[in-house]
């Protein structure tokens, strides 16, 4: 009876495991191709990851491969990918177990043709130009004659002797150089940081510069590449300091040349532009100094005539003045007679006067004025007199009331006056304490006295204590002072 679960037929087919199959694959990948040249558009790029790694897809119209740039290949690229970019990638073709993917490894980049180049540096011309910075009117007028000129070169190549033999013939200038690479992975960093360092003051001596120039030699569009990243550009738009931006020859162009405050065909251009001929500027002082010698002196002609003409207009010294001088001379000989009339006249007035001053006259009025104040005197010392005794009849009669109404003759039928310790009166019994010391004064004379007790208030006229309410007890005191009378006169029952 046949088996109702038949036995798989034996097979020669090798078994794998998943590893075994993935990197035997690997191998046979890596063996078959080794190094490759693979030429496609950047896709899906987002930056260095954060490992400092890189990953993208390369693609075409058709397929698509990943691509990974280590992270120490990625610090040597002469060009970073960029998306959208087309370029030439050279590495090796090798899988990724961990998803089952091949990919490139790449070792070196460059952009797929110039063609390539020129699309990324129109792309990136047209970024920059919408946020304005290669508007004119943010560009800045160059210094005349700068007495301090930065300058952003190679220092070993012949741009910076150019420069400075220009500048020697023309107008000897201090000049500071800060080094840096003009071409290569590193030059547009190196580039951007030079120009803000000369804006920072971290040049030699801290000298900020008065003019700054970026230049190099002519090459090729790869060559001038450092000069259109994005960070020179943005470095040479926030510069406070005026860019002349000289960078290859005059039919080359590169981004920066767009935002500088003046762009020179060549370096030996840009320091020409930079400062003036010295012999120039010399003859043309000598020229206008000149010039204005010969103006002053054509000015002081014109004016020397002008006074001349107008002084020909002018009267005559002897005719100004000789109407004031005979006026003068009339005068003078008039004077003397009016100062001779002048005197015969007061003193015909002084005479008429005199004959009214005869001593018997004067003797006479003297004497009426002596008779009149005579008796102004008599009369002003009977009405003193009067006033005075009218006053003393004033006084007697006030002398009289005060003694009708004075306390004394008061006390003089039987009253008395009570004032406790402090000399203030005591107008009731309520007022007084056990213990008080009063003074009571009579009509002939002071007693002391001290409270031993004070009594309650009763009802009915014929009560001890009907007088007052609440009477006190008095006792003589063992010993009291007479004491005078306040002010020295009379007190007040009221």
């Known amino acids: 009876m046949a088996s109702s679960n038949p036995q798989p037929e034996p097979s ?77 990638a050279k590495g090796k073709i090798t899988t990724y ?52 000129i930065g300058v952003v070169t190679s220092p070993t190549g012949a741009v910076i002797r150019d420069i400075l033999h220009r500048l020697g013939d023309r107008f000897p200038s201090h000049v500071i150089v800060w080094p840096v690479r003009v071409q290569g992975e590193t030059s547009a960093a190196e580039v951007a940081a030079a120009i803000a360092g000369f804006n920072a003051g971290t040049a030699t001596d801290g000298i900020l510069p008065d003019l700054i120039i970026v230049a190099r030699g002519g090459g090729s569009l790869e060559d001038l590449w450092g000069f259109n990243e994005e960070i020179v550009v943005r ?140 008796r102004l005197d008599r009369d002003r010392a009977r009405g003193l007199r009067a006033r005075v005794e009218r006053a003393r009849h004033r006084l007697d009669a006030q002398g009289k009331l005060l003694g009708t109404l004075g306390y004394h003759n008061v006390l003089a039928r039987g009253f008395a006056l009570v004032r406790d310790g402090q000399g203030a009166m005591v107008r009731s019994a309520g007022a007084v304490h056990a213990g008080e010391v009063l003074d009571i004064q009579f009509a002939d004379g002071h007693i002391g006295a001290e409270v ?11 009560s001890a204590a009907g007088k007052s309410a609440g009477s006190a007890a008095l006792q003589p005191a063992r010993r009291k002072t007479p004491k005078p009378e306040p002010d020295g006169g009379q007190g007040s029952l009221l």
């Open 235 to 374: 470095a040479a738009a926030a510069s406070d300091i005026p860019l002349i931006s000289a960078v290859g020859h005059e039919t080359d162009w590169t981004l920066i040349d767009l935002v500088a405050d003046y762009r020179a065909p060549t370096p030996t251009a840009a320091a020409e532009r930079a400062v003036p001929v010295r012999s120039e500027l010399i003859n043309g002082v000598r020229t206008f100094g000149i010039r204005m010698g010969g103006t002053m002196r054509r000015a002081l002609e014109h004016w020397r005539s002008r006074v001349t003409a107008s002084s020909r207009g002018l009267p005559r010294r002897d005719a100004i003045l000789g109407l004031p001088r005979q006026r003068l001379d009339t005068a003078s000989g008039r004077l003397l007679q009016s100062l001779r009339a002048n005197t015969q006249s007061h003193r015909a007035v002084l005479a008429r006067e005199a004959a009214a001053l005869r001593p018997n006259l004067v003797a006479r009025r003297l004497a009426n004025a002596r008779d009149l104040l005579t």
């Open 452 to 462: 031993s007790k004070t009594a309650g208030v009763r009802s009915g006229p014929d």
């Open 97 to 148: 177990p961990g998803r089952s993917k091949y990919q490139i490894v790449i070792d070196e980049l460059e952009p797929a043709g110039a063609g390539a180049l020129m699309a990324l540096l129109e792309q990136r011309k047209k970024q920059l130009a919408a946020e304005g910075l290669f508007d004119e009117d943010r560009k800045r007028p160059l210094p005349f004659l700068p007495g301090v």
């Open 12 to 88: 020669n087919i090798t078994e794998y495991s998943v590893s075994e199959l993935a990197f035997a694959l690997k191998r046979t990948v890596e063996e078959a191709y080794g190094l490759v040249r693979l030429r496609g558009e950047v896709s899906g790029y987002r930056g260095p990851h954060g490992s400092g790694h890189c990953y993208f897809t390369l693609k075409d119209e058709n397929a698509a491969i990943d691509a990974v740039v280590w992270r120490g290949v990625f610090s040597r690229l002469k060009f970073k990918p960029e998306e959208g970019l087309e370029i030439v």
